[in-house]
């Protein structure tokens, strides 16, 4: 069976600052693939040339085992790649149905099915109250939920979330969390960057450690909290 996400020799230069170095790394289908690393370590570059935002300089991108290198963010989504935002990109002056409309308006959007889906898919998220409000009208965290859930909409079958815990209450993170496994259990390849390592460590099948734009180690929970390289990046001597 091909990998959900391959990634060979990434480049991504700005200028003179080289934030991906030849980036290698691979999951699997149905896997939590963990991307950790200190800030400005390539993690959001990563996510962004896979999903076609950044043109890669160098180097392939596969999903499924199509190349999908320099293909369009449009195009990319609708080989079955959702992601979430760092900073949560909601369409503000929309209402969260409408919000989680936006990746499959190419579809009949009157369709009863679709307004069902939406409307199941806020449910899941804890939304469904506030279907009809704007989006600019929720909190922090709900963005985020809210994101999530305009992500799942088209069904993707690769999710990458860019730090969908920074600045969320623990309760809220639980939840999250809970909602991140069922995406694996649901058979979705999940990426996901975070700074908390609790999480990480908790949600990921394997955690890919990035520094200065190069994976220095991949592999276990267990191997990348023992690995020097990767203590040694996040503390120093
Ligand atoms: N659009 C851009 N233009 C110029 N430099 C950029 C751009 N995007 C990222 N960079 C640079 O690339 C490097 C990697 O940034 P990136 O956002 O990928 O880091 P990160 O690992 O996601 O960090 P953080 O944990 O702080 O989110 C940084 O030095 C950053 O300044
Ligand atoms: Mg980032």
């Avoid at 307004?115 to 109250?129: F, G, K």
């Avoid at 592999?219 to 203590?231: C, K, L, Q, T, Y």
Wanted: charged share 25%; aromatic share 4%.
């Amino acid at each position: 069976m091909s990998a959900a996400i391959e990634v060979h020799g990434l480049r991504k230069r700005f200028g003179g600052l080289t934030a991906l170095d030849g980036v290698e790394l691979e999951a699997h289908p149905a896997e939590v693939l963990g991307i950790i690393g200190v800030n400005g370590a390539g993690k959001t570059t990563l996510m962004n040339c896979i999903c076609g935002i950044y043109r890669a300089d160098e180097g392939r991108v596969m999903i499924g085992g199509r190349d999908v290198t320099h293909r369009t963010p449009h195009e990319i989504a609708h080989h079955g790649v959702g992601r979430t935002f760092q900073i949560p990109r909601v369409f503000r002056k929309m209402s969260l149905i409408d919000n989680l409309l936006v990746p499959v308006l190419d579809r009949d959007e009157a369709d009863p099915a679709l307004i069902e889906r939406a409307e199941n898919t806020l449910e899941h998220m804890n939304l469904i109250e506030l279907r009809h409000n704007f989006a600019e009208e929720l909190s922090g965290g709900q963005q985020k939920l809210l994101e999530m859930a305009r992500m799942l909409m088209p069904d993707p079958t690769v999710v990458m979330l860019d730090e969908p815990f920074a600045g969320v209450h623990p309760t809220l993170c639980k939840f999250m969390i809970e909602r991140i496994e069922a995406m694996a259990a649901g058979g979705k390849t999940v990426l996901l960057i975070s700074h908390d390592l609790t999480s990480i460590y908790r949600l990921s099948h394997r955690v890919a450690a990035l520094n200065e734009g190069r994976v220095i180690a991949m592999g276990s929970v267990d191997e990348i909290r023992s690995n020097p390289a990767v203590v040694e990046a996040y503390l120093g001597n």
